[in-house]
């Protein structure tokens, strides 16, 4: 039986810390209104972990139900400066209520990616968006974004649009701007759904290894133990003296304040609300988004 429980205790130790790539995750992809499967999530996250190290900032995918009654940039700005992220960086809002997708920059990235280059970003993304195809989206979005950021990016004056070197989201599955505002797509053999279910098994596996990793250890620090039979084997003589023993509630005191909400919605008029501007918090905030 003791046995048992160590075993048990060894798994339950495991799979939390194998659930650390979920902790991980929550910190870059905050997936609130439910949208993503756990291993979408991870494997989103591990694309974003990887752009930040290269680049020094913090990029995050957040979904919400609504905006609690603010303009679109105005949440994105909101849910940036109190994430605790980087002064530079962004983050990438949907709010399935309007039908909204904003990416909201700070820090260096406020002068560095205009509106029109998210615009490009993020043109052959909103169609995936719209077939409620949300974690192929984010992929080509994060993807997009690691091109721009690299340099893999140009302005073509002569279409009037920006143009990325190479597109294309996994190995076996592309898409390219044909210079006339389309995007074609084309699907190799792999599937998203088959690198996901891949990466959840992986990590299951890892579990188990740990599992069994902690049940040994603990197995060969078992031997040592000495049996008892009494209770009193276990108090030293004289060091257990109890004389009084009370409980006093001295009371308590909640004080409560109602939070004033805004009742503005979605965007500002006039498009995608670009722009550089200052947040409630005081942060330089731009960005670009629209409808889905």
Do not use: W
Not at 17 to 46: C, M, W
Not at 161 to 187: H, P, Q
Not at 219 to 226: D, E, Q, R
Not at 256 to 271: D, M
């Amino acid at each position: 039986m003791k046995r048992f429980f160590a075993l048990l205790s060894a798994v339950a130790l495991a799979l939390s810390l194998s659930a650390n790539a979920f902790a991980f995750s929550s910190d870059f992809v905050v997936d609130n209104a439910d949208l993503l499967s756990e291993g979408e999530e991870v494997i989103l996250a591990d694309i974003i972990g990887k752009i930040n190290f290269e680049h020094d900032i913090n990029v995050v995918i957040h979904t919400t139900e609504d905006t609690d009654g603010l303009y679109i940039e105005d949440y994105a700005d909101n849910f940036y400066d109190n994430g605790s992220y980087y002064s530079d960086g962004l983050v990438f809002v949907i709010s399935m209520a309007e039908r909204d997708y904003y990416t909201s920059t700070c820090g260096y990235l406020v002068d560095s990616m205009p509106a029109y280059d998210i615009d490009s970003i993020c043109e052959p993304v909103v169609p995936y968006l719209s077939n409620a195809q949300y974690y192929e989206a984010f992929e080509i979005y994060l993807k997009r974004l690691d091109s721009y950021l690299n340099g893999d990016f140009s302005y073509d004056s002569d279409y009037g649009e920006g143009v990325f070197a190479g597109d294309y989201y996994t190995d076996d599955e592309y898409y390219y701007d044909d210079y006339d505002g389309d995007y074609i797509y084309t699907s190799g053999s792999s599937s998203i759904t088959d690198s996901v279910f891949a990466r959840e098994i992986i990590l299951i596996i890892v579990a188990v290894i740990i599992a069994v990793v902690i049940t040994m250890f603990l197995k060969s620090k078992m031997n040592t133990a000495v049996k008892k039979y009494d209770a009193d084997d276990y108090v030293v003589n004289g060091s257990f003296n109890l004389e009084i023993s009370r409980d006093a509630f001295v009371g308590s005191h909640t004080t409560r304040r109602a939070i004033p909400k805004n009742n503005n919605t979605g965007s500002r008029p006039g498009g995608g609300g670009g722009g550089v501007r200052v947040s409630s918090g005081g942060a330089r905030h731009g960005g670009s988004g629209g409808k889905f």
